[in-house]
């Protein structure tokens, strides 16, 4: 998981604290993920649910 938050904070600009919520959301909904990524507008769907507003660093409303 380590190697995931510091792709995160590297790579998507992420704060660390931010980057532990976005794993811990991925976990908790680890099931759903592929079903947000299928979507005609990939990530669209998983931006959305992003807490604290982390939908809008990926595109998301």
Known sequence: MEEMISGL???????EEQAHKVVE???ENASKVPGWLGGTD???GLADKLPGG???????D
């Open 42 to 44: 990939i990530g669209k």
């Open 25 to 27: 959301f991925l976990k």
């Open 54 to 60: 982390l939908g809008g660093m990926l595109g998301g």
């Open 9 to 15: 904070v590297a790579k998507a600009g992420l704060s």
